[in-house]
Nanobody, 124 residues
Framework: VQLQASGGGLVQAGGSLRLSCAAS????????MGWFRQAPGKQREFVAV????????YYADSVKGRFTISRDNAKSTVFLQMSSLKPEDTAVYYC??????????????????WGQGTQVTVSS
């Protein structure tokens, strides 16, 4: 499975961005899909995950209520709608896919596949 992330950019604090991740080379509906991020000098951290059917989602506490993950299995694409952005959201955002249950990414199981990152910069 190949994952292609897009949609990053520069935005002012309080603004919004929508990231997209297009999957190819497999059946995307077989995979839980998630987003991680890595800020300079920090470890990569979990952001959000959505189940294969799209009915179950989990979020990191730091983004809960501000970010929304969704998916369109017909288009093999997962989205991350980010609102009320803060400077501390600045990071490279990575999408990921995993064949196991949706609960695994939030507890630290490494996903099967990673996409390349897309930079999100939030200015104050």
């Amino acid at each position: 499975v190949q994952l292609q992330a897009s949609g990053g950019g520069l935005v002012q604090a309080g603004g919004s961005l929508r990231l997209s991740c297009a999957a190819s080379g497999g059946t995307s509906s077989d995979y839980a899909m998630g987003w991680f991020r890595q800020a300079p000098g920090k470890q990569r951290e979990f952001v959000a995950v959505i189940s294969q059917s799209g009915t179950i989602t989990y979020y990191a506490d730091s983004v809960k209520g501000r970010f929304t993950i969704s998916r369109d299995n017909a288009k093999s694409t997962v989205f991350l709608q980010m609102s009320s952005l803060k400077p501390e959201d600045t990071a490279v955002y990575y999408c990921a896919a995993d064949h196991t249950t949706v609960q695994q990414m939030p507890i630290g199981r490494p996903p099967d596949y990673w996409g390349q990152g897309t930079q999100v910069t939030v200015s104050s």
